[in-house]
């Protein structure tokens, strides 16, 4: 299990504006409306669970990165255009993981951002904006 030995504290993934129809939509977490091509950084350190173009789940969720956290908390990064980690690899926070993607299905440019926290194989969605600096 990675400790990063000092309290969590996520930022945001992208410099950019909340789409607050995403999560009246009631999805979990928010979009942020971004340029393609714009980098997109770790909102935490952690530890890189997941990187690749997603088929299975939702066509929406396009090219995806899932970081886990120290304390059972977690990341979802979708809609990228590039993917830069690979599974297993420890990023810092505010490290690059990739750049923001156009997407159709979301209609803008920008990316879909989820915190949770998993807890005994279950996964509880935090509102994102409640714990972004």
Same mark, same amino acid.
């Given at each position: ?30 979009? !942020? @409306? %971004?340029?393609? /091509? ?7 350190? +952690? &530890?890189?669970?997941?990187?690749? $173009? ?41 490290? !690059? @993981? %990739?750049?923001? /993607? ?7 440019? +920008? &990316?879909?951002?989820?915190?949770? $926290? ?16």
């Amino acid at each position: 299990v990675l400790e990063v030995g000092r309290p969590l504290e996520f930022i945001f993934p992208i410099d950019g504006r909340v789409d607050p129809t995403v999560r009246e939509k009631g999805y979990p977490g928010v979009f !942020i @409306i %971004g340029e393609p /091509g714009q980098k997109v950084r770790a909102s935490e350190t +952690g &530890i890189v669970k997941f990187a690749r $173009k997603e088929n299975h789940l939702l066509k929406l969720y396009g090219n995806m990165v899932v970081i886990e956290h120290p304390k059972g908390y977690q990341t979802v990064y979708s809609n990228l255009g590039e993917i830069f980690v690979k599974p297993k690899q420890i990023v810092k926070r505010g490290q !690059i @993981i %990739g750049t923001v /993607g156009s997407s159709g299905e979301w209609g803008k440019s +920008g &990316i879909y951002f989820e915190i949770s $926290k998993v807890y005994k194989g279950k996964i509880y969605p935090i509102n994102p904006l409640e714990v972004l600096k």
